[in-house]
Every structure is written in C-alpha cells, then in structure tokens.
C-alpha cells in the first residue's frame, strides 16, 4: 500500500507543475505557488491523520485504526478523477491539493504499523516498505512520461494514479496490525498494547 504515497509525491514533484502551466494555463510563477500548496496540504495530512490514527486505535482497536488507507486512498482516486476532468482550472488545483490531503491521511498509520507487527525489528520493516514506495516513486514519472507520449492525453495518467490508489486500499485491507510478524514484536507494539488494554477494559 505504501507503493502509492511515492507514486503521486513524486508525480506533484516532477510532472504536477507542468501540467498546470501547459494544460490548465498557469504561468510558471502561478503553477510553483499551486504545486507548493498541493505539497502543503500532504504535509497537513501526515499530522492530522497520525493524531486520526491514534484516536482510532484507542477507540476501535489497532486493526480499524490502521486501516485508514482502505478509506482514504480509494477516495482520494476519485478526487483526482474529478481534478482531471473538471474544466474549472482553480477547482483542479484545488482538487489536487484535497487528493493529497485525503491519501496522505494514512502515512502515519503505514509507519506506525511498522511498529505494530515488528516491534523491535520495526527498523527492518520500515526500510523494507520505504524502499518499495521509493520504487513507485521512481516509476511514476516514468509512467506519466511515457504516457502522454503515446496516447497524448494528460487525463490517462490521472486514471492510472486513481488505479493504484484503489489498489493500495486494497492491500491496506490486506494487512493486520494486531498480528505480529514475530512472538517478541509486542514487547514493543504499543498500538498492539493499547488494543488488547481496550479489549480487556470492555470485557470487565
């Protein structure tokens, strides 16, 4: 699921800020500020949606409170889908900016999950998921690149993006936090711990 964060950071890094003066018409001065506030409202995200994380998990248990991907992600698609095809050109950029709001709500959960199933070799499993999300990262600009060289439209690339955000809320679905990759990891799992304590308290 990580795969995709990478993916569409790198696409706002390199392409976002072509496509906003060559197809939308924004000078070169305006498509910086537009593409600086699209990254902004990622950077909100990571904050906001780590303090959603924790709120969850306390209340509903570690599994529902790490699987904000399988939300967020599927509906940030959408948005970008409504970005692209809108012909309002202030409504695209702000839609940009609300479609990386929305997928950058679970990349605290994604690291923290880490965490969740590794405990004390939390370090390995993060370099592990970070190296895939750096591998949809490098893919990214390549995909768009090429893209819009063989079919000449920029809106396939946004549909390809909105694919791999659905498909990483899938995969969000795929993996359980409360079950640790190994015995010791809830030595060290605090959302695993916090989970049984709330389980334990509605039992009592």
Not at 26 to 37: D, L, P, Q, R, T
Not at 83 to 109: G, P, Q, Y
Not at 147 to 153: A, G, L, N, P, R
């Amino acid at each position: 699921m990580y795969f995709t964060m990478p993916y569409t950071l790198y696409f706002n890094i390199t392409w976002l800020p072509t496509y906003l003066k060559e197809v939308r018409g924004f000078s070169v001065k305006e498509a910086g500020y537009i593409a600086g506030i699209v990254l902004f409202a990622g950077a909100m995200a990571n904050w906001v949606g780590g303090r959603l994380t924790d709120v969850l998990v306390r209340r509903y248990g570690v599994r529902a409170g790490r699987s904000l991907g399988a939300v967020t992600l599927p509906l940030s698609g959408a948005v970008l889908i409504a970005a692209a095809l809108v012909e309002n050109r202030i409504v695209a950029a702000a839609l940009f900016a609300l479609t990386l709001f929305i997928a950058d709500l679970c990349v605290s959960a994604c690291w923290a999950m880490c965490h969740d199933v590794a405990g004390p070799r939390a370090g390995t499993i993060a370099g592990a998921m970070n190296t895939v999300g750096n591998i949809g990262g490098a893919i990214s600009p390549l995909v768009v690149g090429y893209t819009v060289q063989w079919w000449h439209s920029w809106t396939v690339p946004f549909f390809i993006t909105a694919g791999v955000y659905a498909a990483g809320g899938i995969f969000t679905l795929l993996v359980d936090p409360s079950r640790p990759l190994w015995p010791q990891a809830t030595t060290a799992a605090p959302g695993v711990r916090a989970a049984a304590a709330n389980r334990a308290e509605r039992l009592t």
